[in-house]
């Protein structure tokens, strides 16, 4: 089992950064792929990032390619999404989410955070 915080969201003007954290526990953290996925009302829930284990192959969506950067601290249990040059099109619920085998499909990964809100106003 793998349970995983995230914190970091909050208000922010078109242009600026925010830096996410997903706080993750359980023994098995460091073999999970983990991923941000973003919602906004009335929308699907879309794929944003994603890491491997070993922190060695990222991918991310074209929407936020250039902009946006996943990371990892295995020691310390974290995951990270560095996001600059936000857009109001930005503003989401943000969640980061586990598996040991994920994707770009919400569907591929069973273990959730709570979510944090990012605002971006312009």
């Known amino acids: 089992q793998v349970q995983l915080v995230e914190s970091g969201g909050g208000l922010v003007q078109a242009g600026g950064s925010l830096r996410l954290s997903c706080a993750a526990s359980?023994?098995?953290?460091?073999?999970?792929?983990v991923a941000w996925f973003r919602q906004a009302p009335g929308k699907e829930r879309e794929f944003v990032a994603r890491?491997?284990?070993?922190?060695?192959?990222?991918s991310y969506a074209d929407s936020v390619k250039g902009r946006f950067t996943i990371s990892r601290d295995n020691a310390k249990n974290m995951v990270y999404l560095q996001m600059n040059i936000l857009t109001p099109e930005d503003t989401a619920v943000y969640y980061c989410?586990?598996?040991?085998?994920?994707?770009?499909?919400?569907?591929?990964?069973?273990?959730w955070g709570q979510g944090t809100q990012v605002t971006v106003s312009s």
């Open positions: 989410a586990a598996a040991r085998l994920g994707g770009r499909a919400a569907s591929d990964y069973g273990y």
């Open positions: 359980g023994r098995t953290f460091a073999h999970y792929t």
């Open positions: 890491i491997n284990w070993s922190g060695g192959t990222t």
